[in-house]
Nanobody, 122 residues
Framework: QVQLVESGGGLVQAGDSLRLSCAAS????????MGWFRQAPGKEREFVAA????????FYTDSVKGRFTISRDNLKNTVYLQMNSLKPEDTAVYYC???????????????WGQGTQVTVSS
């Protein structure tokens, strides 16, 4: 079992940056692939970014490529999502998730955090 806690969300203006953190406890994060997902009001949850166990492989949904960066520090048991050039359409609750094996864009992750709200005003 691993527990995930997201932090770093907030209210920002378009063009601003935020860095989300996902801290793990219970087990070492280094054995899990990690993903970030988001859910806007009235919409389904969608994939944002994912990273493999050692951080050597990352991939993103098209709408955030070039603006968001996923990274991890296994010594700190933490995964990050650096979000630059934020847009109003990035407004959502952001969730981190963990799974054994390879990272995927599908939502079949075993462990999920409670989410952190990101609101981008125009």
């Amino acid at each position: 079992q691993v527990q995930l806690v997201e932090s770093g969300g907030g209210l920002v203006q378009a063009g601003d940056s935020l860095r989300l953190s996902c801290a793990a406890s219970g087990r070492t994060l280094s054995i899990y692939a990690m993903g970030w997902f988001r859910q806007a009001p009235g919409k389904e949850r969608e994939f944002v970014a994912a990273i493999n166990k050692n951080g050597g492989i990352t991939f993103y949904t098209d709408s955030v490529k070039g603006r968001f960066t996923i990274s991890r520090d296994n010594l700190k048991n933490t995964v990050y999502l650096q979000m630059n050039s934020l847009k109003p359409e990035d407004t959502a609750v952001y969730y981190c998730a963990a799974k054994p094996g390879l990272p995927t864009a599908a939502g079949n992750y075993d462990y999920w955090g409670q989410g952190t709200q990101v609101t981008v005003s125009s």
